[in-house]
């Protein structure tokens, strides 16, 4: 257990509907990723937040998908009218400047993830 | 753009010692992680390497070489327990990773 936590685990949902992720970061860490990981693949970036500011988006990111961090602490990722290529491990991750006692903001905790399927 | 290359799997007998490599193509290149994931798992921080040459880290090390922009991950006195996928990911600005398509490690008795 990293102390990243991320809830649901699992997500089944039915295609065109909405589906909203949220992600507890470890409580000090003021940068939050999300990714997404696809069986057999390493984990694809998202967005990432730094406090309550986003201050990247990949360009993969289509319209569909928005991510919010309203107060610096959680985060929230939701999916409007989902499509089956968005079945998949979606992953968030914190960090902090000092982290494990080390300078640096290299290490990333990764949360358990939600598995979305998407029918 | 960025991309990655690492061999998809390696098998190993207990006590071996197995080394992934890792090339990349990138723009704004800050470091090179590397992570461990098990089935069902998250992803979990290894190593990072930011300057040339290796850095130890008990039964794991990892190297970097920025001028051939290639890296590995050693892995040393092979467990059972590192069966696991391995994935090298380079870091840009804003501490975004991107990472590889990953080496599965099969680790026999």
């Known amino acids: 257990d990293t102390g990243v936590s991320q809830d649901p685990r699992h997500k089944i949902t039915k295609r065109g509907q909405n589906v909203t992720f949220r992600c507890d970061p470890i409580?000090?860490?003021?940068?939050l990723y999300w990714y997404r990981q696809t069986l057999g693949q390493g984990p694809e970036f998202l967005t990432y937040?730094?406090?309550?500011?986003?201050?990247?988006k990949s360009r993969l990111l289509s319209d569909r998908f928005s991510a919010e961090r309203p107060k610096g602490s959680f985060s929230t990722l939701e999916i409007q009218r989902t499509e089956q290529g968005d079945s998949a491990m979606y992953l968030c991750a914190s960090s902090s400047r000092r982290a494990g006692g080390r300078i640096s903001y290299n290490e990333q905790f990764f949360g358990p993830g939600t598995r979305l399927t998407v029918l | 753009g960025q991309s990655l290359e690492q061999p998809s799997e390696v098998t190993a007998v207990e006590g071996a010692i197995v080394q992934i490599n890792c090339t990349y193509q990138t723009s704004g290149f800050y470091g090179l992680s590397w992570y461990q994931q098990h089935d069902g798992g998250a992803p979990t921080f290894l190593s990072y390497?930011?300057?040339?040459g290796l850095e130890e880290t008990g039964r794991f090390s990892s190297f970097l070489s920025r001028s051939d922009s290639y890296g590995y991950l050693l892995l040393q006195e092979l467990q059972m327990k590192d069966s696991a996928s391995y994935f090298c990911a380079v870091r840009a600005a804003g501490n975004k990773l991107t990472f590889g398509g990953g080496t599965r490690v099969l680790v026999k008795p």
């Open positions: 409580s000090e860490h003021n940068r």
């Open positions: 937040f730094q406090n309550e500011a986003q201050l990247e």
């Open positions: 390497n930011a300057l040339d």
